[in-house]
């Protein structure tokens, strides 16, 4: 979501004036900093030449809606899929209220839109866009940098997963029931897996549990280098997502960013990643929690060095057609444009 923040801004402000109102510290200051942003953003607003108050997230709709009610102007907000689905019955009672009074609600997945669709926000609200994503990664570092940096033998394969290690990203599941049986017909395979998070100790349990040791390097938050030298040494992508209640995927950046970096992407059939991966195109989708499905398209992609590289190849070209922020930021400056002047809150 961040980083989503950050790409979106940088990408506007090439195309429209904006006034940034932001916190870049911990979510868990954020009854202290909601005074501050609302402060700073009704300073902008009263200083005039403001047309659209922007929300980035559910969790801050309250706020749009409490400026929109000073100032007459209409308010958006981006729904990611956390933000309409905790399950907080304070948050549940609230959040969802304010997003739907806002002008326009941007989803960055169909996912997503149903989720705040079913939490009483009116369809003709909501447009979905998804995300978009820089060529950053792309030619970084390479593969020998990647095995310098983690001392893996030459001849190593190794698949990738890059995320918040929480329940829902699947990674426990996938090596618990897909590794083991990869590990057998691939011996020299290794499983990347770069984040941190609340389920760390579940993976490192079923780690052991599986005796998957030798195959599972949990590398946790990583510097720059080695972010880049993962997604440019790695053979296959991996996204084994699987459901959590009130908890979705609501788009799957991190595929984008593989793809750019040509990497055959296996991912879960689920959720805003179905907005991420096209099958066939930039990736290959299968049924979630299918351990045969996961195996069989994973394995093929083992196999087949040369048909893994020219799939990669084709997901670059597909992913940079289909997901540039230039014409993703465009269709935010549309929507605003076709926003009232002057608007009172209900």
């Known amino acids: 979501m961040e980083l989503f923040a950050y790409d979106l801004h940088t990408a506007l402000s090439n195309k429209v004036d904006t006034q940034l109102v932001k916190w870049g510290g911990s979510n868990k200051a954020l009854p ?12 902008h607003l009263a200083k005039g030449g403001i047309d659209v108050i922007h929300i980035q997230d559910g969790l801050l709709a309250p706020l749009g809606w409490l400026l929109s009610k000073l100032s007459r102007k209409p308010y958006t907000v981006v729904i990611h899929g956390l933000d309409i ?28 839109a149903d989720e705040a669709a079913a939490r009483g926000v009116a369809r003709d609200k909501l447009l979905v866009i998804p995300l978009a994503v820089d060529d950053r990664l792309y030619g970084k570092a390479t593969r020998a940098d990647l095995l310098q940096s983690l001392q893996l033998a ?38 990347l897996v770069v984040g941190d998070g609340a389920e760390r100790e579940t993976i490192e349990k079923t780690v052991t549990e599986t005796a998957m040791g030798d195959h599972v390097r949990l590398l946790g938050r990583v510097k720059d280098q080695l972010y880049e030298a993962a997604y440019n040494g790695a053979d296959i992508f991996v996204m ?56 069989a398209a994973i394995d093929g992609l083992l196999n087949d060095p040369a048909v893994a590289k020219q799939f990669g190849r084709q997901a670059r070209q597909f992913t940079l057609a289909h997901y540039q922020w230039t014409s993703i930021a465009e269709r935010y400056v549309e929507a605003y ?10």
């Open 32 to 43: 202290i900093v909601y005074p501050l942003l609302f402060f700073k953003a009704l300073h």
């Open 85 to 112: 689905t905790f399950g907080n019955p304070v948050f549940q009672a609230i959040a969802p209220r304010m997003v739907a009074k806002a002008a326009v609600v941007f989803c960055i997945s169909q996912a997503a």
């Open 154 to 191: 030459g001849d190593s394969q190794l698949l990738l997963t890059v995320g918040r290690l929480v329940k829902r990203k699947g990674v426990a599941w996938f090596i618990a029931n897909v590794l083991p049986g990869l590990v057998a017909k691939h011996p020299k395979l290794v499983y």
């Open 240 to 295: 084994p997502n699987i459901p959590v209640p009130n908890n979705i995927e609501g788009f799957g950046l991190v595929v984008l960013e593989a793809a750019l970096c040509e990497l055959p992407v296996v991912a879960a059939e689920t959720e805003g990643i179905t907005d991420a991966v096209s099958n066939g195109d930039n990736g290959t989708l299968v049924p979630v929690q299918d351990v045969a499905a996961f195996t």
């Open 337 to 346: 444009k076709n926003l009232p002047k002057r608007h009172q809150t209900p």
